[in-house]
């Protein structure tokens, strides 16, 4: 099955440094120019960064080294631009709806390239582990951690404060994607499948509530439908992920709960049909294991066994 272009290249080209440019169909949202971490003071850009900001959770050690990079590039390709959005914004409009949307519009393009990116590093780069409940409990427990890093965050001064509490927020959201990938994908594994990202992109949007490809195998027309659901949704969901994240305690909970939730979703979806080509992969398996079986191979490595 053909890739579809919206997807970055196979790895390892584009899943290791900064993310290439968003693709050309996401939408121009944006109302300032995009920033990243070279246009901030250094000192700012420092106290920014992924090694130094980001969560414990999303730097985790049991995340594959090339799937913790692209983290980290969608990190640093957008809190420079959350920062400009928050400085000299009091505390208490960081909870006005109004204004986190209007954050979130101008991130909104690299969101979607960003979240794409995960779905990617998941299907090549999964998180290890086999049982499901263990990827939703990662899920759940990385998007508690998040929130109430997001809450403490803001306890700080209005600038670098907010814009961590805020990153925090958006990147949780997608990790939650990386995880969900991992998961899926691992199924599929185990049913001797072999997922490509067109086929966990389908049944991630399903989870998440379009139902017009259900229970269909993946094609490239499908998937693109996918893609475009998951994109129109990657706004409201991480608007609603911040102003979750800014509830101390209840905040948390809500988003450890809502992760966990997701991902279980995914996890409970049927297999999709294989397609053609992947018809044709098992069955070659199944050949090359019957004739490795066959009765006469028991011979191979002693001739005379076939006099007796």
């Known amino acids: 099955m053909d890739p579809t272009p919206d997807f970055p290249p196979p790895p390892p080209s584009t899943l290791a440094g900064p993310l290439p440019p968003p693709p050309a169909s996401a939408p121009a949202t944006r109302t300032a120019p995009h920033l990243d971490l070279r246009d901030l003071p250094l000192e700012v850009a420092r ?24 983290v980290a590039g969608v990190w640093d390709s957008v809190v420079a631009d959350v920062w400009d959005e928050v400085r000299g914004t009091k505390r208490r409009d960081l909870r006005d709806k109004d204004r986190i949307t209007a954050i979130v519009a101008r991130i909104l393009d690299r969101l979607q390239h960003g979240e794409r990116a995960l779905l990617v590093a998941g299907v090549y780069y999964p ?26 965050a803001l306890v700080g001064s209005a600038g670098t404060a907010a814009a961590v509490a805020i990153t925090t927020a958006v990147v949780g959201e997608l990790f939650e994607t990386y995880v969900a990938s991992s998961a899926r994908t691992r199924q599929y594994l185990r ?4 997922p490509d990202p067109s086929l966990i992109a389908m049944d991630l949007a399903e989870a998440l509530g379009y139902t017009d490809n259900a229970g269909r195998r993946s094609s490239r ?3 693109t439908k996918a893609l475009g659901y998951l994109a129109k949704t990657a706004g409201p969901r991480a608007t609603s992920r911040i102003l979750r994240g800014l509830v101390p305690v209840a905040g948390a909970v809500a988003a450890g709960g809502m992760a966990w ?11 999709r049909p294989p397609s053609p080509e992947e018809v044709a992969r098992m069955a070659g398996e199944i050949d090359d294991e019957q004739a490795q079986q066959s009765p006469d191979s ?8 076939l006099s007796r």
């Open 47 to 70: 106290k920014l960064s992924f090694d130094r900001a980001a969560p414990k959770r999303l730097r985790q050690s049991d995340v594959p080294p090339e799937a913790r990079q692209v």
């Open 127 to 152: 998180m290890p582990g086999d049982a499901g409940w263990k990827h939703a409990g990662a899920a759940g427990a990385g998007s508690a951690g998040a929130a109430a890093a997001g809450s403490l």
């Open 191 to 194: 049913a001797r499948r072999e």
């Open 221 to 223: 027309a499908l998937t």
């Open 261 to 271: 939730r997701d991902v279980q979703r995914v996890a409970a979806l049927e297999l």
């Open 298 to 305: 028991r011979f191979d490595d002693d001739p005379t066994q």
